[in-house]
């Protein structure tokens, strides 16, 4: 049974810098989605397996980015100048496929196969 152990969550004030991290136990595509009070899960990033590819949503392009230390099989979403907006629960996701895809593909729940339990990040003004 694959487990994703999500850290890093917590309550900041906006404008401030927060970095959450994902362990999984392989090298797997891994992505963030978060969910904000009321409304659906949305996707946030993800990175290939390998490292090579980042895909970023629309709504934080120029203030997250995505990375992974393969070594230590883990993934972080470094989040920057936070907005109330960026307020929610955030899940990892992890997808066994190592093949590329279009970021159509990235952006899609049901292209994961396993999910982390969530972790909290409220920004408050």
């Known amino acids: 049974q694959v487990q994703l152990v999500e850290s890093g969550g917590g309550l900041v004030q906006t404008g401030v810098s927060l970095r959450l991290s994902c362990a999984a136990s392989e090298r797997y595509t891994m992505a963030w989605f978060r969910q904000a009070p009321g409304k659906e899960r949305e996707f946030v990033a993800a990175i290939t397996w390998d490292g090579s590819n980042v895909y970023l949503a629309n709504s934080v392009k120029g203030r997250f980015t995505m990375s992974r230390d393969n070594g230590k099989i883990l993934a972080f979403l470094e989040m920057y100048n936070l907005k109330s907006e960026d307020t929610g629960v955030y899940y990892c996701?992890?997808?066994?496929?190592?093949?590329?895809?279009?970021?159509?593909?990235?952006?899609?729940?049901?292209?994961?196969?396993?999910w982390g339990q969530g972790t909290q990040v409220t920004v408050s003004s």
């Open positions: 996701a992890a997808d066994r496929s190592t093949d590329y895809h279009r970021y159509e593909y990235y952006i899609r729940e049901d292209e994961y196969d396993y």
